[in-house]
């Protein structure tokens, strides 16, 4: 019997918070590390940055306060309002400035570390999954917590277990890896793009006579419940 969407969104579910759970456990334990020995002075660039955010962040709470001060001793007066509000733009677009000059020489060794950190989590995410898939066949803890299993659709009516390579495509290939490729290159557009088949699955497999998603007809694979 097919799968109802509700247990295959959860499967999903399950096996991402697994697999993510793994992918920062060795990001805590070497990957952090490992990643920030490759900016030279990381831990005195990091330091100084994160100074000087902080710099721009107290002088910003102070424009703040003498803008909100202003505006109270104008009393209503729209002259003296507009006053305060057009010095306190001002300011804000010095501060501004001076924060963009000031961080600028941290940019491109953090900008580097901050992306690698993307990359790290988005393909040791792919690495685990298709090993994981690969290992058990696409019968991941995700689908043996909600009683599923996939198959393949040999002829007309006729299914059988799916072997590795089979699991892999249906799982990682039609699934989930333009996802990764676009997530590592453009978060917003990867998580559009996540959003977008989640879209589509739910569609398939809720309207469509044989319920099933778009890998599932290209590939011949069924997720069916587990007898």
């Not at 005195?44 to 109270?72: C, K, S």
């Not at 290939?173 to 990867?190: D, Q, T």
């Amino acid at each position: 019997m097919q799968a109802s969407l509700f247990k295959r969104i959860t499967s999903s579910f399950v096996d991402l918070c697994l697999i993510l759970l793994v992918v920062y456990g060795i990001f805590f334990l070497w990957g952090e590390g490992l990643l920030q020995n490759r900016v030279e002075n990381f831990d005195t660039l990091y330091a100084d940055y994160n100074e000087i955010l902080e710099i721009y962040n107290e002088d910003l709470a102070t424009l703040q306060t003498e803008y909100e001060v202003a505006i109270e001793l104008a009393n209503g007066d729209e002259d003296l309002e507009s006053v305060a509000d057009t010095e306190y733009q001002q300011q804000v677009a010095v501060l501004d400035l001076q924060n963009t000059i000031d961080i600028n020489p941290y940019n491109i060794p953090l900008t580097k570390y901050f992306s690698e950190i993307i990359y790290f989590f988005v393909f040791g995410f792919l690495v685990l999954a298709t090993i994981l898939t690969i290992v058990t066949t696409g019968r991941t803890p995700g689908r043996k917590v909600m009683g599923l299993k996939t198959v393949f659709e040999k002829t007309k009516g006729e299914y059988v277990d799916i072997n590795p390579f089979q699991a892999f495509f249906h799982d990682i290939v039609f699934k989930y890896f333009l996802i990764v490729l676009v997530f590592a290159v453009n978060m917003y557009l990867g998580a559009m793009l996540m959003l977008i088949c989640l879209l589509i699955d739910i569609f398939m497999i809720s309207f469509t006579r044989n319920r099933t998603a778009i890998r599932d007809l290209v590939t011949k694979v069924k997720v069916i419940k587990a007898k």
